[in-house]
Nanobody, 129 residues
Framework: QVQLVESGGGLVQAGGSLRLSCAASGRTFSNYAMGWFRQVPGKERECVAAISWNGDSTYYTNSVKGRFTISRDNAKNTVYLQMVSLKPEDTAVYYC??????????????????????WGQGTQVTVSS
């Protein structure tokens, strides 16, 4: 089992920044690809960004490219999502997720919520206009 705990959400004005953190425990963190997803009521969970086991391969959905940065620190068992130039449409509950993929680059499959076995509880991000 992998336990994931997100932190760093909150209320911010449009144009502001937040950094989300996701602390993992339970298994060898470096064996897992990590993803950040977000969800608003009535919509499917959307993959915002994903990162490979060693951080060399990443994915971003088009709407956040150039504004969000995913990174990881395997020594700290933590994955981050740095968000700048936030927009009201970024308002959502943000979840981190983990999937066992040692040695794998980020693939198309890793953009899909069903590909991930472990999930955090989510953290609310609200961007006011």
């Amino acid at each position: 089992q992998v336990q994931l705990v997100e932190s760093g959400g909150g209320l911010v004005q449009a144009g502001g920044s937040l950094r989300l953190s996701c602390a993992a425990s339970g298994r060898t963190f470096s064996n897992y690809a990590m993803g950040w997803f977000r969800q608003v009521p009535g919509k499917e969970r959307e993959c915002v960004a994903a990162i490979s086991w060693n951080g060399d391969s990443t994915y971003y959905t088009n709407s956040v490219k150039g504004r969000f940065t995913i990174s990881r620190d395997n020594a700290k068992n933590t994955v981050y999502l740095q968000m700048v130039s936030l927009k009201p449409e970024d308002t959502a509950v943000y979840y981190c997720a983990a999937d066992y993929r040692p040695g794998s680059m980020v693939t198309t499959t890793m953009r899909i919520a069903a590909a991930y076995h472990y999930w955090g509880q989510g953290t609310q991000v609200t961007v006011s206009s």
